[in-house]
């Protein structure tokens, strides 16, 4: 969120652009995520979004390998509707959709379309557990009856089922306890932060233990923002850069979300808007070379089984990854030579 960071429009040329670029240099998937408002300010930051489906369908039309992770709000699609489309999107793509969950995030992306029940906050993950148990029946079972606190189907039946069995993979990346264990119980992959490799893998390993627990497996992933250059003080000048052109607006409007709902997985994230424009994701400063030490770390001593990466621009930043990161991954054995 800041003024001096690069701005653009998400067109679906530039998305279409990233994910080629993406697919062509080895890496295993496209995620978007999914936002109904944004947070204003002199950046209109996140105002202009691309729905999440439709532009993974998009995508699936112009890419043949790489994985398509769309996300998806269980309160704005009734499961029978969500099943049919992400089955759609599964076929057409030949087996490649994934599935972000997300509870809810922000509720007032809701209640500005008169869409929030009341309570809904305290009951999302409630809510999300009984639509996607809907959804996955929708996905393996010829028909569909079921009565529960939200949901009422009767004979309901979606084909065709998804290409993926038995359905596309699903991710939930809810940071709470009540997240953590949905996608425990749920999911095929989560999201785990952490500020250092050690406390992403004692992260990493709770997660597991949780699924281990409820007779499941998952992965995990972590999301890293690198600013690479050719010393650490010049990577530090450039975020510096960056930092100094601070939306305030726009962080004031989020911070100001997260201090009314109390939440308490907003509580970190209120402390690191605080010292910083980006609130997801970790910032990683440095060489190419400390990078590929830091994805090593990650993914050899921490054990994590995926990193998603976030650039302030995606093109410059997927290029000088692929020139400068990839050949010293390569190098290692850390991913398949392209
Ligand atoms: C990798 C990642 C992707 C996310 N994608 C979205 C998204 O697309 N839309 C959204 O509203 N929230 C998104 N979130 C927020 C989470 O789903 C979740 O709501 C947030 O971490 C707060 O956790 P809680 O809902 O368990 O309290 C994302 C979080 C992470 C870590």
Sequence with gaps: MSKTAPQYAPSFEMNKQIAILAEDMGFDYVFSMSKWRGFGGATNFWDVTLESLTLM????????????????????FPPAVAAK???TVDELSKGRLGLNIVA????DEYDQMGLLPPDYGPNRYRYAREW????????????????????HLRDCKSGPHP??????????SGTSDEGFR?????????????????HTKQLSLRMKQIAAEHGRTIKSATTLLPILAETQADAEKQWKYIQDGADTEALETLISYFTRVSRESGKSRIEKMKSSVCYTGRIFLGTPAMMADLIEELVVDAGVDSIQLLWPDYISGLKQFHAEVMPLLQRRQLVLAQ
């Excluded at 369908?57 to 704005?76: C, D, K, N, Y």
């Excluded at 809810?104 to 509720?107: A, I, K, R, T, V």
Aim: aromatic residues 12%; negative net charge.
């Design 104 to 107: 809810g995030s922000f509720l």
């Design 163 to 172: 290409v993926q069995k038995p359905h596309p993979f699903l991710i939930c």
């Design 57 to 76: 369908t998009g995508l699936a039309a112009v890419t043949s390998r790489i994985g398509l992770i769309a996300t998806m709000q269980p309160l704005l």
């Design 85 to 87: 489309m992400a089955a």
């Design 182 to 198: 949905f996608a425990a119980q749920e999911a095929n992959y989560s999201f785990v932060g952490g500020v250092t490799p050690e």
């Design 132 to 151: 996607l148990h809907v959804v996955k029946r929708l996905w393996t079972e010829d028909s569909v009856t079921f009565d529960g606190d939200w949901f």
